[in-house]
């Protein structure tokens, strides 16, 4: 019998644990008309700020706005540009192929660039009908504008996903008698993610947590609230462990136990499962002073373990064989946002 001593579980096999008993929506809806409402709004948004920062004289404002409104039409076509990599991204999203990445950042660059070289083209044309120090403050209005615009944007563009392990959020507790081996240790991961994707034939889910991470799921055939998965869906994904600990000699129990409780199908996801093992092992050294054990087990493993301070080791010696009963309990449960 292998050694079993508390786990700690990989964030995919928490999340697998958890599809194993379970809306997309992509980052906007109509994509194209809700930018465009947005580009509408921050027009007539923009010229109102300008007029209010500037302060024209009737003759500043008769010579300016004309050619504003060209300089506008100009930056909405360089806007046009950014509004086609949008869409195509929210067409893409979660995946991004690399080739498709690549392409993206050259047309990306270009709009940069476009923008740039309208922007001064303007500015020299503003500076021909506008004092220098009304100009330049006209510059940095645009510039405030600019920067403003660029972060609401971004805010509502989740960035690329790349492929990794997404984190999990790690609670631990301990409770024990004093001067007694053992305890009870309790351990509970949680995680949050979106999945992005769902292939059916191979019962593979694709999650995507909030900050990019993209990691692709293998759901065994014990899952069978499988079916109640939807691209879309927002998970919050709990599991708690505890593992009960005791110690005694070595004809004290034999065997084993299992328990397997999974949710009813087209239940709330969830589960529960209580396993009970014992490991006989042989102290092979004592280190009063560092305070650890070692033990050989049954099936040939060596491990060296700390022994808390309120243990005596004056009550084991080389040659002791010993027994660990674990009883192991793992609750899952899954929510839904």
Same mark, same amino acid.
């Given at each position: 019998?292998?050694?079993?001593?508390?786990?700690?579980?990989?964030?995919?096999?928490?999340?697998?644990?958890?599809?194993? &008993?379970?809306?997309?929506?992509?980052?906007?809806?109509?994509?194209?008309?809700?930018?465009?409402?947005?580009?509408?709004?921050?027009?007539?948004?923009?010229?109102?700020?300008?007029?209010?920062?500037?302060?024209? &004289?009737?003759?500043?404002?008769?010579?300016?706005?004309?050619?504003?409104?060209?300089?506008?039409?100009? $930056?909405?076509?360089?806007?046009?540009?950014?509004?086609?990599?949008?869409?195509?991204?929210?067409?893409?999203?979660?995946?991004?192929?690399?080739?498709?990445?690549?392409? $993206?950042?050259?047309?990306?660059?270009?709009?940069?660039?476009?923008?740039?070289?309208?922007?001064?083209?303007?500015?020299?044309?503003?500076?021909?009908?506008?004092?220098?120090?009304? =100009? @330049?403050?006209?510059?940095?209005?645009?510039?405030?504008?600019?920067?403003?615009?660029?972060?609401?944007?971004?805010?509502?563009?989740?960035?690329?996903?790349? &492929?990794?392990?997404?984190?999990?959020?790690?609670?631990?507790?301990?409770?024990?008698?004093?001067?007694?081996?053992?305890?009870?240790?309790?351990?509970?991961?949680?995680?949050? /993610?979106?999945?992005?994707?769902?292939?059916?034939?191979?019962?593979?889910?694709?999650?995507?947590?909030?900050?990019?991470?993209?990691?692709? +799921?293998?759901?065994?055939?014990?899952?069978?609230?499988?079916?109640?998965?939807?691209?879309?869906?927002?998970?919050?994904?709990?599991? &708690?462990?505890?593992?009960?600990?005791?110690?005694?000699?070595?004809?004290?129990?034999?065997?084993?136990?299992?328990?397997? /409780? @999974?949710?009813?199908?087209?239940?709330?996801?969830?589960?529960?499962?209580?396993?009970? +093992?014992?490991?006989?092992?042989?102290? #092979?050294?004592?280190?009063?002073?560092?305070?650890?054990?070692?033990?050989?087990?049954?099936?040939?493993?060596?491990?060296?373990?700390?022994?808390?301070?309120?243990?005596?080791?004056?009550?084991?010696?080389?040659?002791? =064989?010993?027994?660990?009963?674990? #009883?192991?309990?793992?609750?899952?449960?899954?929510?839904?946002?």
């Amino acid at each position: 019998m292998k050694t079993r001593l508390l786990p700690t579980f990989s964030c995919g096999l928490l999340i697998a644990a958890a599809l194993a &008993t379970l809306s997309p929506s992509t980052f906007a809806q109509s994509d194209d008309e809700i930018l465009e409402a947005t580009r509408s709004l921050m027009r007539a948004d923009r010229q109102a700020v300008v007029t209010d920062a500037m302060q024209f &004289t009737p003759g500043e404002a008769a010579a300016f706005w004309p050619v504003y409104h060209q300089y506008r039409a100009e $930056m909405d076509k360089v806007g046009d540009g950014i509004k086609h990599l949008v869409l195509e991204y929210a067409g893409l999203y979660p995946n991004v192929p690399d080739a498709r990445a690549k392409t $993206m950042l050259k047309e990306l660059a270009a709009v940069e660039k476009k923008h740039a070289a309208t922007r001064a083209t303007y500015l020299k044309k503003f500076g021909k009908i506008l004092p220098a120090a009304k =100009t @330049l403050r006209f510059a940095q209005v645009e510039s405030r504008l600019d920067l403003a615009a660029r972060l609401e944007l971004a805010a509502s563009i989740p960035l690329v996903p790349i &492929t990794g392990e997404i984190a999990a959020r790690l609670s631990t507790g301990a409770a024990f008698v004093e001067g007694t081996v053992g305890g009870v240790f309790v351990q509970t991961l949680e995680i949050t /993610a979106k999945v992005a994707a769902i292939d059916i034939a191979n019962r593979k889910v694709t999650l995507v947590s909030d900050d990019g991470i993209k990691q692709v +799921v293998k759901v065994g055939p014990e899952a069978v609230n499988f079916d109640q998965i939807r691209v879309g869906d927002q998970l919050n994904v709990e599991l &708690t462990e505890q593992l009960v600990v005791q110690m005694g000699e070595k004809d004290d129990v034999s065997g084993g136990a299992a328990l397997v /409780a @999974l949710a009813p199908k087209g239940a709330k996801p969830g589960g529960l499962v209580a396993e009970a +093992v014992q490991v006989i092992g042989t102290v #092979t050294a004592i280190d009063a002073a560092k305070r650890t054990a070692t033990l050989k087990f049954e099936d040939g493993t060596t491990k060296t373990l700390p022994v808390r301070g309120d243990v005596d080791l004056g009550k084991r010696k080389v040659g002791d =064989t010993v027994m660990f009963r674990v #009883t192991q309990m793992i609750a899952l449960k899954v929510e839904k946002q």
